[in-house]
């Protein structure tokens, strides 16, 4: 079945793959970000699925979206993310619970491995208007979240004495606080899926600096051409952030959709909050609102952000992106039609425009300042410090049907393939997604296998 000729081994994994005989798989993941190691493990600890891969374009695992340094490291649950509907934070929650789960467990087994840290977390109004819809939506949403509270002034600044330090005393402020203020390197979180995956089923494959150049359909399977070789597979499963629109357009799928690539930059400061605080969301807008938290592992770092930017490359930081942007981007007028719809939408315009002001040199910082003062009105701007190389960017998807630009994730399920495009907050629901996904693998191999969807639900639900 896998016959690896000659490769070298990075923290145990083949690095370097040669071959040119013919690797057949049932299932072959192609992304190694947390979503793909997330399906990785669900399919090898939850299924009898005989041989399943994976292929992941770099080095490591976890380098694009899911490190550290290029996501604001949440686990997102809906509790404080005042632009979820009640609908959207219940299946949000349902899924960062599972998360949530695992962590706790592996804290448990593996006490040297540091995934998470944790923290309170609170979401902050300040003003009439955004304490009397703060109120209202703790009414209907402590019902999900039991361990929410609402707190006043006083309780606001024995938590976080910097939020209320400085600020006018006739400022009405209020927030909703949890003790569940989880803080995750999903990186290392992609490392514990794949290890524990490998544990389940040794025999899985999985190909580190192999990239997908080319899919197509076989009689009856795909054919998958890399860089170092071909593989074939009865299913193949892209988790390959942006990308996988790219891929799916190559295959004829979501024809109709274009990815706005959103990055998100980030300012640093010394300690100025002992948790995560967060703003209220612009309704209009699908990423989330700028907040303050501690570093995953380093407290002694409050960093301040996302800022939210279009840019033309489905990877931050890699201009060689750029053509595949536009690839996924489609030619055409229709999608560009949509971006203009969307961009010169009232709201967004002015959002748009003053986030590019805050990436540049000086008048960045003076500017994006005073967004940060909303949560810590006392912090002076030499305290600041622009994060150089440090944010993603979120593939956020364009519907050229609607001209809309379209919350959160998605997915597009096509002949025995499934493609997971995943802006925010898809690093906090890949073991969800990895639910779901299994759940539709199983069937395109005409249930030959089984889902032992009892002992998932039992571990993580
Ligand atoms: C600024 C910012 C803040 C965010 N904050 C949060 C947050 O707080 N909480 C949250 O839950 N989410 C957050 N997100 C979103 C989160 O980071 C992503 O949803 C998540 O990391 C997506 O994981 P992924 O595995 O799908 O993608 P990635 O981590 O990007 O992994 C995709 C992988 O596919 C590989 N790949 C691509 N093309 C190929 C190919 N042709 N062949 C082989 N491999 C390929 C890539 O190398 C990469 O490793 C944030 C994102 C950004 C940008």
Known sequence: MVIANTFQLLNGYP??????????YDVLIVGGGVVGTALLYTLSKYTDIKSIGLIEKYSDFGLVNS??????????????????????????????????????????????TKLFSKYSKMVLAVGKNQSEELSKRFLSFSKLFPNLKMISRDEIGKIEPRVVEGRDPDQEILALLTE??????????????????????????????????????????????????EIKATVVAITAGGHSLMI???????????????????????????????????AKLPFAA?????????????????????????????????LEYWKTFGLGLSPIISLFKIIFD??????????????????????????????????????????????????????NTTRKLEMGEAKLAGDKIIFN??????????????????????????????FNKEAFEKDLM
């Open 421 to 450: 495009i995943t802006p925010s907050p898809g690093a906090s629901t890949c073991l969800g997604n990895a639910y779901s996904d299994t759940s539709e693998i199983i069937k395109f191999l005409d249930n030959r296998y089984k």
């Open 67 to 112: 490190a550290s340094t290029k996501n604001s490291q949440t686990l997102h649950f809906g509790d404080i993310e005042t632009n979820y509907t009640f609908e959207k934070a219940k299946s949000v929650k349902l899924m960062s619970d599972m998360v949530m789960k695992y962590l706790e467990k592996e804290k448990l087994e593996n006490i040297d």
């Open 15 to 24: 690095i370097d793959y040669m071959s040119d005989t013919e690797i057949n």
């Open 180 to 229: 569940d203020g989880y803080t995750v390197d999903f990186k290392r979180l992609s490392h514990s899926f794949v290890d524990n995956a490998k544990i389940e089923k040794p025999d899985i494959n999985i190909q580190l600096n192999t990239k997908l150049l080319k899919i197509s359909k076989g009689k009856d399977c795909y054919i998958v051409k890399t860089n170092n070789g």
């Open 248 to 282: 799916a357009k190559s295959l004829g799928y979501g024809m109709d959709l274009s990815v706005l690539s959103m990055a998100g930059s980030f300012y640093t400061a010394p300690k100025v909050l002992n948790g995560k605080v967060y703003t209220i969301q612009v």
């Open 346 to 399: 009232k709201v967004l315009f002015g959002y748009i425009v003053v986030n590019f002001l805050y990436d540049l040199p000086f008048i960045g910082k003076l500017l994006f300042v005073r967004q940060i003062r909303m949560i810590v009105p006392s912090i002076k701007v030499s305290e600041l410090k622009y994060a150089k190389g440090i944010g993603g960017t979120r593939p956020q998807i364009v519907n």
């Open 290 to 322: 700028i907040h303050g938290d501690p570093e995953v592992h380093n407290e002694n770092i409050t960093r301040f952000g996302p800022t939210a930017k279009p840019i033309f490359q489905l990877e931050r930081h890699n201009s060689s992106t750029f």
